[in-house]
C-alpha cells in the first residue's frame, strides 16, 4: 500500500479532534499544502535508503511526504497530543511498520538518537529554529546534510556571507559544520494558520572532515559571541573584554592569528575565528 499523504482539511480535523488550537509558543503553523511538502522533500534529495530526522513533525503532513519515498525515521515532537497521535496517522495513510520512530520530547534537549540519521528534513519552530539546528549539528554527527524550512530572515542569515548586511553570529556558527545555501521560498499560504513572516528553505551539507575538537569549537563560538554581541566595536575590543585584559594585549592575540585588530566581527570567516581560538588555546 503506498503512503498518501494529509490533505488540508484533514489536518484541521485531526487538530479539531485533538483540541489542538496552533500556538504561537510552539511555533506551529502546519503546512496543509501536499506540493510544498513534496517540494521540501525533493530539495533535501530524500531517498529509501536514507535514515531521516525530522524536528516537530506536528499533525505529519511533512512526515509523511518523507515517508512517501520509502526511507525511515524517527520525528522529535514536544507537544504530547501531537507526537502521540503521530503513529495512529501514520498506520492509516499507508506507512509499513518500524520505518517510523516518534520521540515525545523537547528536540533541544535530545542527546541521543536512534538509527544514527544522515538527513535533517523539518520545517523548524520559529522562536527556536536556530538553536535546535545548532544542537542538531553538534551532537549528531551522522547527519550529513539538510533541508529546513525557516523565517526568512533567518535563513538569509543562516547563508550570509562575511561582509553582508545580514552577517552574524548564527552565520559563523553556521559555517563551523559546512556549507549553507537558499533553496527556495515558500508562500505563507500554504501554512495553516497563516504565519506574518515569510518562510525559506536552507540546505546544508556538512563538511567532510571535523573542522576542530570540541574544546576548539566552544572557544570559538565563545568568541564568535563576543564579537558580535558587541558589535559596534572593534575586534579588539571584544576580545579584550572577554579576556578581562586590555586592548593591547587583544592586539598581540590578533595579530598572531593574523587578523587585524581594527576588524570588525561581520568581517571574519570561521577560519578567522577559529584561528584566534587556537592562538589563546596555544
Ligand atoms: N512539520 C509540521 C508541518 O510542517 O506541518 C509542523 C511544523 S510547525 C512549524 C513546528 C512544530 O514543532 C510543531 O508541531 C511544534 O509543536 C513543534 N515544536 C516546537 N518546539 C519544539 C521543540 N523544542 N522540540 C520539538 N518540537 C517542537
Redesign the pocket.
Known sequence: MPVTLLGAAEIRALAGELDVTPTKK??????VDANS?RKIVHVARVTATDRVV??????G???LAILETGASMVA????HR?AARLPQTAAAHGVPDGALTVID????RILELPGDPDVLV????YN?SVP?LLHFLEHFESLKRGVVMVQAEVGERLAAAPGSKVYGSPSAKAAWYGSWRLAGTVSRQVFWPVPNVDSVLVAFERDASTRGSEEERRSTFRIIDAAFGQRRKMLRQALASVLGGTAAEASGILERAGVAPTARGEELRIDDFQRIAQVLGS
Request: proline content about 6%; charged content about 15%; glycine content about 10%.
Open positions: 510552539l511555533g506551529q503553523n502546519f503546512v511538502v525530522e524536528i516537530g513533525p506536528g499533525l503532513s511533512l512526515t522529535v515532537e514536544i507537544d501531537l520530547a523537547d528536540a533541544l523539518a520545517n523548524l519552530p527556536v535546535v
